[in-house]
Each structure stands twice: as C-alpha cells, then as structure tokens.
C-alpha cells in the first residue's frame, strides 16, 4: 500500500503561483503514474493532471492547461504540481493520486478518469483570493 502526502498549499493572489508536493512511500515509485485532482466546495472531484510511470506523457484538464505543470522527480519519490497564473476559480482541495498499475501508459480519451488510481492523499487547500 502506497501512502501519499500532499504540502505546498496555501492561500494566494489571483495571478500568483503555487507549488505543490507530493512525497510517495511504501512502493517503487517510478513504476506507477501519478496524478492530481481537486474539489472545490459542493462541487465534484475533477481530474487536474497525470504524468505516467516514465515520465513521457502527460495529460491536463483543459482549465489548467497552459498554467499549470505536472512534474516528478523518481530519485525523491515525489510529483510536483507547479501552479502559475491562479484564479479564484482554481481554489479547491488537492489531491494527490496514485495509480495503482505499474508501467501503465492511459490513452487520451481515459486520461481524466480516476479509476485508474488507487491510492489518494489527504488533500492539500489551495485559495486564491481575487
């Protein structure tokens, strides 16, 4: 069982930037994807970004596109989402997501479904103030 722990947020201006960190443990990291999603108050939980077990394909919500990037780094057992260019509309709780088969590559059109993780962290609040 992998055991996920979300830091980094925070409350911001509206054009500012986060980063947020996510530090992985309990399994071999750099052979499973990982993702973040987010919920904002009496709203669903959306999907954010993904990037896979080798690092070469990634995928994002078409509302962080262009601002936000999603990184890792194997030899830290961590995944990055960097933030630029907040919005108000950007505050909600985010999770960090670990999928749960290894050396798995999603197909586009699946890219945003959080079936394929297993694994969640406790959430980390993001707010950006206008």
């Known amino acids: 069982q992998v055991q996920l722990v979300e830091s980094g947020g925070g409350l911001v201006q509206a054009g500012g930037s986060l980063r947020l960190s996510c530090a992985a443990s309990?399994?071999?990291?750099?052979?499973?994807?990982m993702g973040w999603f987010r919920q904002a108050p009496g709203k669903e939980r959306e999907f954010v970004a993904r990037?896979?077990?080798?690092?070469?394909?990634?995928y994002y919500s078409d509302p962080v596109k262009g601002r936000f990037t999603i990184s890792r780094d194997n030899a830290k057992n961590t995944v990055y989402l960097q933030m630029n260019s907040l919005k108000p509309e950007d505050t909600a709780v985010y999770y960090c997501?670990?999928?749960?088969?290894?050396?798995?590559?999603?197909?586009?059109?699946?890219?945003?479904?959080?079936?394929?993780?297993?694994?969640w962290g406790q959430g980390t609040q993001v707010t950006v103030s206008s």
């Open positions: 997501a670990a999928e749960s088969n290894p050396f798995y590559i999603s197909g586009r059109r699946s890219s945003k479904s959080a079936a394929d993780f297993g694994s």
């Open positions: 990037i896979s077990w080798n690092r070469f394909t990634t």
């Open positions: 309990g399994r071999t990291f750099s052979n499973y994807g």
